[in-house]
């Protein structure tokens, strides 16, 4: 075999770099000729240790691995950061990228003796077994020329007569898993998380394939698990993997497309481009992967995948970090996403995606309690309004939108169509999908919003937020014990998420289980001495102890929602009231709740709540009465 300056005898293990030999250790020439007989493709390390280690030898494998590694790319000067054979794919294994030749000798044919001719009959006989004997030897020579050819899958063509024998298995659902930064620089996650979700979403278009989300699929970023056991936790027919490189102003993208069930190798491809046509780039990739997986694509979809612009690599690289901090959810990553996302609107004034994530940024950090309405809303707007006239066709300008009629301006007739309209741009934008879930029981349009969380659900399956939407919505529904094994799964996907203990605890307040509540907030991680508190009231004075110590509590943060609903509970229906009212005139984005939430059942058939009801344009039909 032969790639670059290097040749490998296959039989005699030796290696030879420009005609003069080099030492190589067994076990690297056992990895190197692995890696040989499947240029282009993934060896995962299961296979290299049954290959290298037989069953029954004991070793540290992960160690003893690494080392032969180690070794190989000393012998072939291979750099890991920056590999010109050996690719190392952290979570799977390694994969040659070279190209590779097969050196087979010629097979010359044997000469044949002609006998003096005595009888034209033998002479026949003689001229036919020498010619027989010919044909055989050479037809054995091709069929092992073939064989090695086969083997080492030489201009892929192991490949392309595997998949002439074995076509692509029907593929309906798909994940795309974290790419791996090969870059030598830990900085540069936040590009080939960006990478990841470009390809997600950009898969996401195609209405006949289902994609996983984004939250979903970053759990298994840098996990060692078996590809089937990933693929069977997704319940996706295939998997999208592969690496980035992003330096000196250039991209380069590997991927590769494989069956879930087997782990069967099914396509892979290289892709490199300028920083400035990054876009196209992930384009490209995508339409590659709908062209392999046969999946029906429309022709809106189809000019939606074609239809890429440049854009400034330095603003493209601020609005990723942006979105790398975004996902994380808490008030300090979204402060980050919005320093990011504005430097990239002042980089490209005129992209709109960049002025959508700074919109969601100032909404959720509002939401979260960490900036003040009168502060946040203005700059909401104002780059949502700057997203609208620069590009309204972009999805998370269109979901922007939604949250905007949904939690601020209170406009549901709006709300409605924006949420749709932005789920129909890219049905991958899960955040969309759950958000309009709870917005739909906001109105008490029940029967659609499980179906919408349930939908969300099936996108991102370990996604916490899509759990919770579909925990929540359940137990509105009056659907209480599904909501409960509901929230008890959603606590073992990210057991340090305090939210579905949260929710819980929530849920037995309202059904009157109040040591159950208190348990609960206790593993949400509530303060020890509120806690105290609590349960002392509780222990005193029973439910009445227990939601005066609430209300004291939410008269101490001076959070008249939660004021009013611990009046409400105690039958001070005056007083609920009075603070509803507060709620109102602060825009507290929590009225969005009062419709659809059980906690307002005590109160719900009062004319006063009723009358607050039909100022906030909600409809006055609720599916289970007053």
Request: glycine share 6%.
């Amino acid at each position: 075999m032969r790639f670059g300056s290097f040749e490998l005898d296959l039989t005699s293990g030796e290696l030879h770099k420009d005609g003069q030999k080099v030492t190589l250790p067994p076990k690297a020439f056992e990895v190197l000729k692995a890696l040989l007989e499947r240029p282009g493709e993934i060896i995962t390390r299961e296979e290299l240790r049954a290959r290298l280690w037989p069953t029954g030898t004991f070793v540290e494998f992960d160690d003893s691995l690494n080392h032969a590694v180690r070794k190989l790319r000393e012998v072939l000067e291979d750099g890991s950061e920056s590999p010109g054979y050996i690719e190392t794919l952290p979570r799977r294994g390694y994969r040659f990228a070279a190209p590779v030749e097969s050196l087979v000798e010629p097979v010359s044919s044997p000469a044949v003796e002609v006998a003096p001719v005595h009888d034209r009959r033998g002479e026949g006989e003689a001229r036919g077994a020498a010619l027989g004997k010919r044909l055989a030897m050479v037809a054995a020579a091709m069929v092992a020329v073939l064989a090695i050819l086969f083997a080492v899958n030489v201009a892929g063509l192991r490949d392309r007569i595997l998949r002439l024998a074995l076509p692509v298995p029907k593929i309906e659902s798909i994940a795309v898993l974290p790419l791996a930064n090969l870059s030598g620089d830990p900085e540069q996650e936040y590009f080939a998380d960006g990478m990841t979700d470009a390809l997600i979403t950009d898969l996401g278009k195609i209405s006949a394939l289902r994609v996983i989300s984004r939250q979903s699929v970053m759990r298994f970023k840098g996990s060692s698990k078996p590809l089937p056991e990933i693929a069977r936790e997704l319940n996706v027919d295939a998997v999208v993997e592969g690496t980035v490189q992003h330096s000196g102003g250039r991209v380069r993208i590997t991927v590769q497309l494989l069956q879930g069930k087997t782990d069967r190798h099914l396509w892979a491809e290289s892709y490199q481009r300028d920083s400035r046509d990054v876009l196209s780039l992930q384009s490209e990739v995508s339409q590659d992967v709908a062209r392999e997986i046969r999946v029906a694509i429309s022709p809106g979809e189809s000019r939606r995948l074609a239809t890429a612009r440049s854009v400034n690599p330095e603003a493209y690289a601020f609005y990723l970090k942006g979105r790398y901090h975004y996902y994380k959810w808490t008030p300090d990553d979204f402060r980050k996403a919005i320093e990011y996302f504005q430097k990239a609107v002042e980089a490209a004034p005129d992209w709109a995606p960049a002025y959508a994530g700074l919109a969601t940024s100032y909404g959720w950090l509002w939401i979260q309690g960490g900036l003040a309405p009168q502060e946040a809303l203005p700059r909401f707007s104002a780059a949502l309004n700057t997203a609208l006239s620069i590009d309204d066709g972009v999805a998370e300008v269109r979901y922007a939108l939604a949250a905007s009629a949904f939690y601020y301006r209170w406009d549901w007739p709006q709300a409605d169509r924006e949420f749709q309209k932005a789920i129909a741009l890219d049905p991958s934008l899960n955040e969309a999908r759950f958000e309009y879930a709870w917005f739909l029981c906001s109105m008490g349009r029940f029967p659609e919003a499980l179906m919408q969380a349930q939908l969300a659900v099936d996108r991102d399956p370990l996604s916490v937020s899509a759990n919770l939407a579909l925990g929540d919505i359940c137990f509105q529904a009056r659907q209480d014990e599904r909501a409960i094994r509901q929230f008890r799964r959603t606590t073992e996907l990210e057991p340090k998420d305090p939210r579905a203990h949260e929710f819980l605890s929530g849920i037995y307040e309202e059904k009157e289980m109040y040591v159950e509540a208190i348990r609960e907030a206790q593993k949400a991680g509530a303060p020890p001495e509120k806690l105290v508190g609590l349960e002392r009231a509780y222990r005193q004075s029973g439910a009445r102890g227990y939601w005066e110590s609430r209300l004291s509590e939410a008269k101490r943060r001076n959070a008249p929602f939660q004021i009013a609903r611990a009046y409400a509970r105690l039958g001070d229906a005056g007083q609920a009231y009075a603070w509803l009212e507060k709620s109102y005139q602060q825009h507290d984005w929590r009225m969005v709740q009062l419709n659809a939430s059980r906690a307002w059942d005590p109160v719900r058939g009062d004319p006063p709540f009723q009358d607050l009801l039909r100022r906030l344009n909600f409809p006055l039909s609720h599916p289970f009465g007053p």
